[in-house]
C-alpha cells in the first residue's frame, strides 16, 4: 500500500512564545500547498496553543514532544492525553532524549503509546540505538526490543509512525548512510510484520532522524522504506525545513527540480 510521507519538526526546548508564533506562520506562507507529504510541528507544550492559533486551517499538522500516560492525575509537572487531544493531533514518543537523558523506559514508552492511541493521538515513537550499543555491536538487538516493547498490547491504527534515530546521529552532524538507515528500517518493519502480520506491517510509516538536512533528504527518500524525517535542528528555520519538506515532495512525487 502507499504510505504518505511524514516530515515532523521536533522543535525541543527552542523558541519563545513571539519566535514560535513567526516560525509557525513563515512555514505556513512557505509550504502551506506542499502535497503529497504529512507536514508536523512539534512545539514545546507551552507554545502548541499559539503555534496552532498561527496555523489554523493550514495543512500543517501540529505535535506535541512527548504525553504523560494519565489525566487527572497526582502527576506534577507532566501534561495528559487528554489534555494534548484537545489541540494537537501528534505526539512524539520515546525520543532518545527522554530516554537517555530524563530516564524514560520501554515499559513507559509503551504506556505512553497505549496512552496517547486510547485517546485518539497519533504517536511518533522513536527507537535507536546508541554509539556505544551501536559499537557492541547490539543495534539489531535494541531495535527489536524498542520496536517490540513500544507496540506491546497495542492496537495501533493504519499508518501508524514511528522514527528510527540512531542516538549518535543526533545532532551531531553526522548523519546515518541512507543505505544503513534504510538497512535498520528494514528490520524494524520485519519485527513489526512478525507480530502483527506483513499486511499491517507495510501500512507504518517509518522515518529517519538524525542530522537530517535539505541536503541530505533526497537521499533519504530516495529508500523506498523510508517514509519521511523527523528533523530536529533543521527544523528551526523556514527556510531549512521548508527545503527538506519540499525536496521530499518532489522526490516522492518524481517531479523535476523547481
Ligand atoms: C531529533 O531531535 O529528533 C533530531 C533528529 O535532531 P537533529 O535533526 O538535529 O539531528
Same mark, same amino acid.
Given at each position: 500500500?502507499?504510505?504518505?510521507?511524514?516530515?515532523?519538526?521536533?522543535?525541543?526546548?527552542?523558541?519563545?512564545?513571539?519566535?514560535?508564533?513567526?516560525?509557525?506562520?513563515?512555514?505556513?506562507?512557505?509550504?502551506?500547498?506542499?502535497?503529497?507529504?504529512?507536514?508536523?510541528?512539534?512545539?514545546?507544550?507551552?507554545?502548541?496553543?499559539?503555534?496552532?492559533?498561527?496555523?489554523? *486551517?493550514?495543512?500543517?499538522?501540529? @505535535? &506535541?514532544? !512527548?504525553?504523560?500516560?494519565?489525566?487527572? =492525575? %497526582?502527576?506534577? /509537572?507532566?501534561?495528559?492525553?487528554?489534555?494534548?487531544?484537545?489541540?494537537?493531533?501528534?505526539?512524539?514518543?520515546?525520543?532518545?532524549?527522554?530516554?537517555?537523558?530524563?530516564?524514560?523506559?520501554?515499559?513507559?514508552?509503551?504506556?505512553?503509546?497505549?496512552?496517547?492511541?486510547?485517546?485518539?493521538?497519533?504517536?511518533?515513537?522513536?527507537?535507536?540505538?546508541?554509539?556505544?550499543?551501536?559499537?557492541?555491536?547490539?543495534?539489531?538487538?535494541?531495535?527489536?526490543?524498542?520496536?517490540?516493547?513500544?507496540?506491546?498490547?497495542?492496537?495501533?491504527?493504519?499508518?501508524?509512525?514511528?522514527?528510527?534515530?540512531?542516538?549518535?546521529?543526533?545532532?551531531?552532524?553526522?548523519?546515518? *548512510?541512507?543505505?544503513?538507515?534504510? @538497512? &535498520?528500517? !528494514?528490520?524494524?518493519?520485519?519485527?513489526? =510484520? %512478525?507480530?502483527? /502480520?506483513?499486511?499491517?506491517?507495510?501500512?507504518?510509516?517509518?522515518?529517519?532522524?538524525?542530522?537530517?538536512?535539505?541536503?541530505?533528504?533526497?537521499?533519504?527518500?530516495?529508500?523506498?522504506?523510508?517514509?519521511?524525517?523527523?528533523?530536529?535542528?533543521?527544523?528551526?528555520?523556514?527556510?531549512?525545513?521548508?527545503?527538506?519538506?519540499?525536496?521530499?515532495?518532489?522526490?516522492?512525487?518524481?517531479?523535476?527540480?523547481?
Amino acid at each position: 500500500m502507499a504510505r504518505t510521507p511524514v516530515i515532523a519538526g521536533n522543535w525541543k526546548c527552542h523558541m519563545r512564545l513571539d519566535s514560535a508564533f513567526e516560525l509557525a506562520s513563515g512555514l505556513r506562507d512557505r509550504i502551506d500547498d506542499v502535497q503529497d507529504v504529512e507536514k508536523i510541528v512539534c512545539p514545546p507544550f507551552l507554545y502548541l496553543a499559539t503555534v496552532e492559533v498561527a496555523l489554523t *486551517t493550514s495543512s500543517i499538522m501540529v @505535535g &506535541a514532544q !512527548d504525553v504523560h500516560w494519565e489525566d487527572d =492525575a %497526582a502527576a506534577t /509537572g507532566e501534561v495528559g492525553p487528554q489534555m494534548l487531544e484537545e489541540l494537537v493531533d501528534y505526539v512524539i514518543i520515546g525520543h532518545s532524549e527522554r530516554r537517555h537523558r530524563f530516564g524514560e523506559t520501554d515499559e513507559m514508552v509503551n504506556t505512553k503509546v497505549q496512552a496517547a492511541l486510547a485517546t485518539g493521538l497519533q504517536p511518533i515513537m522513536c527507537v535507536g540505538e546508541t554509539l556505544e550499543e551501536r559499537q557492541a555491536g547490539h543495534t539489531e538487538g535494541v531495535l527489536l526490543r524498542q520496536t517490540r516493547s513500544g507496540l506491546n498490547g497495542s492496537e495501533f491504527p493504519d499508518g501508524f509512525i514511528i522514527a528510527y534515530e540512531p542516538v549518535w546521529a543526533i545532532g551531531t552532524g553526522m548523519a546515518a *548512510t541512507a543505505d544503513d538507515a534504510n @538497512g &535498520a528500517i !528494514d528490520l524494524i518493519r520485519r519485527e513489526i =510484520a %512478525a507480530g502483527f /502480520g506483513q499486511a499491517k506491517a507495510d501500512t507504518v510509516r517509518i522515518l529517519y532522524g538524525g542530522s537530517v538536512t535539505g541536503d541530505n533528504i533526497a537521499e533519504f527518500m530516495s529508500r523506498e522504506g523510508i517514509d519521511g524525517a523527523l528533523v530536529g535542528g533543521a527544523s528551526l528555520k523556514v527556510d531549512a525545513f521548508a527545503k527538506i519538506v519540499e525536496e521530499a515532495a518532489r522526490v516522492r512525487t518524481g517531479a523535476r527540480g523547481n
